[in-house]
């Protein structure tokens, strides 16, 4: 099935095995979500449930920390991820830090689903990819999920966390399919914040999260024809970081190139190479670390420059033989 | 309006053709909000648009060739083609802009309007922003901060009626957009947005008043999308009856060429003229655009800083 289906799948399961769970967001109704993430879920759970809001992020993030202060568990979508950017107020000052600033007496069970990434000719406003600003704040969680088996697994964990947490979805991941093991319960199917290896090798390894782990795994087949055998690390949540699975594998392979489709500075790569070099790792790097990331632009338009600023298989792929030849 | 219109229809053409990248938003059917707007403007004067901006930019007086050329990717295009549709600006005519984030222009030409006051240029900013916009924050922030500080702003509500698959009844309280400015001690009025000359008449009126040092003022112009919200809407939240209706009955470009025709003596020979201009004039613009050179990667090193 589909990406979008799986956490569509996830979605329903959610809505129909827990009456605390409730909707909200732009056009999530009829409409079914600009990507039809939601489709049909008005028609099966009601208005009341799967709530059209009107168009007010701030209020859509402040209503899920009210709501879920209060004993709901609210699953609320920002259309595209970078609208999020109107709503950080409820997100980053209150939502991250009411348990602790209220002395663990209170908890924030909320989850944000925000699609995001480049790709849709859409340009700078709405192809973003933000998440390494929430995974700067301690008190969030942070998941991006890149198959759509953890669409579906992510989100069923990120809603049975007692915490705020923000799903990244990448926009031109919605229409991937993949055999996907349904769930039948809204038990979280795997924990928050474990990294998988999805690839084994021993060359050099790859860390990745979202779109990029799909075009690492492409950048390691084609690697393999040259000789060089690389590990794909996905690291699926992105606050907390499993930084010891990348440990491990640095330790086994020598070598670490991280890509992401944001841009490098201050971003997800810098904290996975610290998180590095900041351990034993540091002592099994045969050559220097690598970045591949988006270009330190805003997205553009056109279709060649939109290209060249999201990295491809291609310049993984370069970047890792420069690494083994370094 | 006849330009905007066919300059719209000319991209779901190229659209279907793909020549075009991304999502568009068309603005068939709204085309007097635009045109009855800026016309009443001077030189000089500033507006800000939004992602359905095509109207409001070519109205504003831009170059078709060079909006054209934007949206085909082209280096020659307003934006080097780093825009696109929702991105169009021709800052040096005045148009500081579209906008891909709802209501984030409103903010914007407050501070555009704070220029012309505190520099005494004796301009004014209009403000374009759908009904929908009306319920983010940055609409009421703006409205309040342009009434306590007397800016020469128009806030410009282009009701379509629908925000997406919002209509306006399910997601505005208090019935409308105009009924808002009262709270903010400002002047508004709601006109027919399908009457070129309602909504000329009622921008004249407030930008005299705006010129004048009155402050802000609201006009709320109630109009109709025949297109769906983008290039993915299945339009499952109205009837096909109703857009209809609309295209039928109340067209704005039918209306204004009836009226001519009825009322003022213009000859239908000089309306199917004024038709066959635009026509070319758009269909030029395609050509030419065509031709361009394409936006080139090897610009972009560096491009987001001045
Ligand atoms: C801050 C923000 N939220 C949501 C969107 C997605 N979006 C784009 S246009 C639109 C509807 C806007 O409605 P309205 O203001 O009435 O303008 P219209 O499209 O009808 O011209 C939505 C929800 C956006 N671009 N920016
Ligand atoms: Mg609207």
Redesign the pocket.
Known sequence: MRYAQSVNHALALLLEQDERVFLAG??IGVYGG?FGVTDGLVDRFGEARVRDTP?S?EAIAGLAVGAAITGMLPIVE???S??V??AMDPIVNQAAKLHFMYGGNVEVPMVIRLPGGGGTGAAA??SQSLEAWFAHIPGLKVVAPATAQDAQDLLLAAVADPNPVLVFEHKLLYKNEESVELRTSTAAPTALGEAVIRRAGTDLTIVAYSIMVGKALEAAERLESSGISAEVVDLRSLRPLDIETVRASVRRTGRLLVTHEAPAAVGIGAEVVAGVVESDALDYLLAPVARVCGKPIPMPYAKALERATIPQVEDVELAAKELLNA | MLEIRYFEEALEELFSRGLLHGTM?L?IG?EAVAEGVCAALDDGDYITS???GHGHTLAHGADPTAMMAELMMKDTGYCRGRGGSMHIADVANGNLGAN?????SMTIATGAALTQQMQGTGKVVACF??????N?GAFHESLNLAAVWDLPVLFIC???????S?S?DRSTAGGSVAARSAAYGMPGTRVDGNDVEAVYEATHEAIVATRRGDGPALIECVTY?YRG??KSDRNLYRTQDEIEDWRTHRDPIERFAGKLVAERGVAQSNIDAARETARSKIRDAVQAAVKAPDADPADLTGAAYA
């Not at chain 2, 282009?158 to 997406?164: V, W």
């Open positions: 732009e056009d600009a168009i992020e920002m259309q595209f970078d609208f950017v109107n406003q709405h | 938003h603005s709204q939004t992602h359905r891909g984030i709802v209501a984030g922003f759908g009904d929908g916009a009306a983010e282009e009701n379509n009626q629908y925000g997406m919002m306006q999308r919200h983008s």
